[in-house]
Structures are given as C-alpha cells and as structure tokens.
C-alpha cells in the first residue's frame, strides 16, 4: 500500500461519513416503509418540524385504494420483472381489462406501446437519471383500439441501485388529440382557401382600422408585398379615397355589419388602373371583432359585360337587317302569281336566306366556303349531286359575308328555274357549277352555272325577281358583272368579281 | 321643293336586296332614284356633285359608318332619312338632323317619311 497523501485521507474520511449517513437514511426509510415509524422530526432553519406518517395498517392501506379507485386516471405499477402490481378502477376501464387478470401479467399483454419518433430514448434516460418521465405516447388496448395518451411516470426503488419496478399515472388524451387534429386540419384547409383564393382577402382590427393580413391574390392585385399591406389603412393603399371615407364605412360596418362597393377605381403600387368589388363584413371571432374585406378584380367581367353588350347589340341589328331584307324579298315576290303561289315562292325563298344565314354563323361570320353554300343552296337536288349536277371548285375558296348572302339567292334562284323550266326539269339534263380565281394583276372571282340536254331555252318574257337576283342584286352584292344567256342548247350564268370583293 | 318637281333621291345603302327594293318603292310613289350607293366614296362623290335632293341613308356600311354621307347632306342643307337596324341610342347622335327609321320599317311609312322631308308636307 503506498502512502496517501493528505487530499486523499481528507476524501476517504469523507466518503466513510457520507456512508455512514446514507445507512442511516436508508434505515430510516425503511422503518417508515416498514410502518415503523409514526411520525419525524426535521431540523430546519425555520426551527424543529415534525412529519406524521400514516400508518400502513389495514385501515390506512384502505384509504390509500379508495383514493387511487377515486382517481379518473389511470393508475398501473409494475415491478423489476415488467409485471403488473397495481391497476385501478380507471385503468380497467381504460384499457378495458379486469385488474383481477391484469395482476401478475406481463405489461405487454395489458396494452402495447407505440413510442412517438425518439420518445424511447429519451424516456429510459429520464427514468436512468432522474427517475421520472412525463411524455406523451401511443397505447395499444387488446381489442386494437388505439388510445393517444398523456403519461407521468415514476421508477419505485426498493434500494438505492435496485429498481424495483415503476408507477404510471396515465390520462387518455385521445379526444384532446382529436379535437386538435381537427383544428389543425381545419387550420390547413382554410389557409389554403385564404392563399389560394382568387378574390383578394383582406383583415382589418376594427380598433385602429389597420390590415393585419393579407391573402397572396391581394398582394397580386395591389402589387404591396404582405408586409407593406399589413398596419397600414384602407384609404393608404388607395381603396377608400381619404381616413373619412373609412371612418364612414366602419360606422356602417358597426351598424349593419356589411358594406358593398360595387365599383371602386383602384390603382395599384405599379400604376394600373382596375375596378374592383369591395365587399367588407364585421364577425365575431370567439368574441374579438375582426372585419374581413373581399376584393374582386372586376375589370375583366366589365369588359366582358361591354363585349356582350357590344355583341347583343349587333345581334340585334343583323336580325333587324335580315328581317328587312325578308321584307323587300316578300315584296318582290309579291309583284307577280297568286296568292298560294306567293307564299310557297316566300317561303323557298326564306329557307334560302335561313341556310345562308346558319352558314354564316356556324362560320362566325368570317365568311363562307364557296362548296358549302352551293351544297346548302342545292340542298333540293342533294341526290344529283355527283351524277347531274356537277360541282368543280379548283380550290377552297372563302366568300366574305356579303358576297356569301348574295352568291347564295342567286344559287337558289338557278336552282329553282332550273327544276322548274331549265336542266334540271327533265330526266337527263346537267347543271355544271364551277369556281375558280384567275391569276394575274388583278385576280379575280368567276363562278359559272351552266345548263345541258334540259328542254329548250326561251328568254324569260318579263323581268321577274329571280332576273333581278342573279343579274343586278348579285352583281351589287360581290362588286362584279353578271353574264345571263339564255341560249337555247341550254342556260348558263357566269360571274366575275375582283377577289377582294367577293373573297377573304 | 314643288311638289309637282320630281325629286332625286339618293340611297345610300350595303345590302342590294334592300336598295333595289327601295328603289322601286320610290320609282312607283314618283321619286327619281339617282344613284343607288353602297359605298361610302360613291354617296360622297354624288352629294358633292349635287346629284340629289333628298336621301335615305344606311347608317352602316359594311362596317363603315355612314355619318360622313349624313354630315355632307346636312352641310348642303339636303333632307334625309337615316333607316338602320340600329337603334338612334346606339348611334349615339352620330347622325344629327336626321329623320330616323328603323329597320325593317314599312313602305308606305318610307315614302310617307320621305314626302314630308323633300315638300316640307
């Protein structure tokens, strides 16, 4: 044995009257594990102070089960060997068991522990080093439901080193949880709304009628960033005129809790200028007043209510138009015939307007295929297209609107003289219809009609309204000449106008 | 103007169907139809020329707004009817010391309209 110097003699002698101590302090423990002890005196600075301990007599131990019965969490011990000592009334219904079974059993088998991510470790530790833990964690009950809960847990020593075993006192939290899970899905689904709206969103403190937030489309819509929006006012960022037009609307607000603004001028951080919607309600929010803004960039549906109008407007004069054209074509056709036979002449004549007029708006009036309307025009004679009437169109041409209505009672005014007097009143005459744009400097449009193997030509006796459509009305309507002959081998039309006029 | 005078009238008008028809209305009621236009430059040149007494003009033509016509008419002092699909609001008072009329408008209103103009009837 080597000799010790003074600093250590000094720590053995200290260590030996710790030791001395801790015996004693542990006698005493367990005289008062033991029931021996009813009662101790503490030195304090504060003077002597004497503890009473109850007893552990039958009676007092009765007491002690009737508190922990009482007690709504529950309550569960285990010793050294995982097994359970303790289970009150609380934790049989918890975890739906009886402690008559429960006693004895390994923990596992009354329910199993899922740890939240690092709550493991972080639990044996504390228990190691201080003897407690107070966390949260997932119990699993033997009939699979899943409890989240709320745990206090306190390691029960026998002997200083020895652990004898744990106490838990443990609360279920799994309505708290669920609640707040609730919230928290609330929370995230209406901020989403809140960000993703395309309505800018604006919340004012009634108190000092400043922002306190501001949802992305209002930052958009005004070019401020969130952070320029919030503490300022209204009239600030130039959607009330002055603080008087906002004192205003606050009182109105107090009153009757909702002000419209249809059509406020905005100018935004960047200078454009748009009409807006305000729409501003005072609510109670758990009992502090909050007033939400909605604002709506109206400028697009302004100029889309513009547009509407704009086109209702001439959708309005083309009908009045075309009801004036049905006007002088009925008087036209009124000059010569019967009655009867005035209106079956009116009456083809409307179905014709009709097919050009549907052409031209299924074509949204941007002009019609030249091969479309001779279909439409022939629609009677759809059967001999193909074998007697014979359509060659080099190219696709479009007429304009106006070429498209006049072309179009010309055809169907040949069509009916032809089915009437002309090729197409026999069974072996042909109509050959054709189109064509010439080149050159000044190109132009040429249709013709030309009639074979019909009965024999004779000119009309007098000029009736079909003369005037396929001559004079046709030749207006497309800027061009009309050349009739009515040679007797057969009828033939020909038209020529300048591309310009008659095509797009 | 005498009513025993028989009066040029111009029509000023895009849709042939219509003008033709008009012009044998005013032919049979005993008017003299001058010129039948349907473009713009062409009423202008025949108002210029003083080629008329009187007009009945198509507000629009073809897209192109016949005011100017309406505007030499009145400068010379000459009486017209505006007859238009549109409405004298959506003309939007581009057309001033004009009869209006709306399309379609009967005959015998036209030739009625169109008397009381030139003979001050």
Redesign the interface.
């Known amino acids: 044995m080597h000799e010790e110097s003074p600093t250590e003699l000094l720590l053995l002698t200290e260590n030996a009257e710790l030791r001395t101590r801790l015996e004693g302090a542990e006698e005493t423990l367990r005289a008062i594990r033991n029931g021996e002890v009813d009662a101790f005196v503490i030195e304090s600075a504060a003077g002597p102070r004497v503890y009473t301990l109850q007893g552990v007599d039958a009676a007092s131990n009765r007491l002690r089960g009737e508190i922990l019965a009482q007690v709504s969490d529950a309550v569960i011990a285990i010793d050294g060997q995982q097994r359970v000592t303790y289970a009150n009334a609380a934790a049989e219904r918890q975890y739906g068991i009886g402690a008559s079974w429960a006693l004895g059993q390994l923990l596992s088998k009354v329910y199993e522990t899922q740890w939240l991510p690092g709550a493991k470790a972080a639990a044996e530790t504390a228990l190691h080093e201080r003897g407690e833990w107070r966390g949260e964690n997932i119990h699993v009950r033997l009939d699979g439901r899943k409890l989240h809960v709320e745990s206090s847990v306190t390691v029960l020593r026998e002997t200083v080193d020895q652990s004898a075993g744990v106490l838990a006192v443990i609360r279920d939290i799994s309505g708290r949880k669920e609640v707040e899970d609730k919230v928290r899905v609330s929370e995230i689904r209406y901020r989403r709304i809140f960000e993703a709206a395309q309505d800018g969103v604006l919340l004012l403190d009634p108190d000092t009628c400043r922002i306190t937030d501001a949802n992305p489309f209002m930052t958009e819509l005004l070019g401020y960033s969130h952070d320029q929006l919030v503490g300022k006012e209204l009239f600030e960022i130039g959607l009330l005129k002055d603080e008087g037009a906002s004192l205003k609307m606050l009182q109105k607000l107090k009153t009757e809790h909702q002000v419209r603004y249809e059509n406020l001028p905005l100018k935004s951080q960047r200078g454009r200028h748009q009409e807006v919607e305000v729409v501003a309600n005072l609510y109670d929010e758990n009992g502090r007043a909050v007033i939400q803004c909605n604002i709506r960039d109206i400028t697009e549906r302004k100029r889309v209510e513009e547009h509407n109008k704009m086109l209702m ?1 001439e959708v ?6 075309l ?7 009925a ?2 056709t009124a000059r010569v015939g019967d009655p009867i036979t005035f209106v079956g002449r009116l009456f083809d004549r409307i179905d014709g307007l009709a097919a050009s007029q549907d052409l031209l708006v299924k074509n949204e009036w941007l002009g019609v295929d030249v091969a479309d309307l001779v279909e439409v025009q022939l629609a009677h004679f759809k059967d001999l297209i193909g074998t007697r009437v014979l359509l060659d169109g080099g190219l696709p041409a479009r007429l304009t609107p ?1 070429a498209a209505q ?1 072309i179009g ?1 010309a055809l169907h005014e040949l069509a009916t003289n032809a089915g009437k007097y002309g090729a197409l009143s026999n069974s072996e005459g042909r109509v050959q219809i054709s189109w064509t744009v010439s080149a050159g400097n000044k190109p132009t449009f040429l249709m013709s009609w030309l009639e074979h193997g019909g009965p024999k030509v004779a000119p009309p006796t007098r000029k009736g309204f079909g003369q ?2 396929i001559g ?3 030749e ?2 497309v ?1 061009g000449t009309a050349e009739i002959d009515y040679r007797e081998s057969g009828f033939s039309w020909k038209l020529s106008a300048p591309f310009a006029a008659a095509l797009q | 103007m005498d009513k025993h005078q028989q009066a040029r009238i111009l029509i000023v008008e ?9 012009q ?2 005013l032919v049979e009621a005993g008017f003299k139809v001058t010129c ?1 236009a ?1 473009k713009l430059e062409k009423a202008l040149a025949l108002i210029e020329s003083a080629g008329c007494d009187a007009a009945i003009v198509d507000a ?1 033509l ?1 897209g192109v707004s016949a005011s100017p016509a309406a505007a030499a008419l009145a400068a010379r002092g000459l009486p017209f009817i505006v007859l ?3 409405s004298p609001e ?1 003309l939007q008072g581009a057309f001033p010391a004009a009869v209006f009329m ?4 009967r ?1 015998a209103k036209i030739i009625q309209a169109l008397k009381s103009i030139v003979y001050k009837q």
Not at chain 1, 316 to 321: I, Y
Not at chain 2, 14 to 22: N, S
Not at chain 2, 102 to 105: A, G, L, W
């Open positions: 407007a309005n004069h083309r009908s009045m138009n009801l004036a054209v049905v006007q002088a074509v008087q036209q106006a006049g009672m005037m459509v004079r009305m046709v207006a309507a800027d | 895009d849709e042939p169907m219509i003008a033709f028809t008009l044998d209305l039948v349907a629009n073809a238009s699909g549109y959506q709306k399309k379609p408008s005959p």
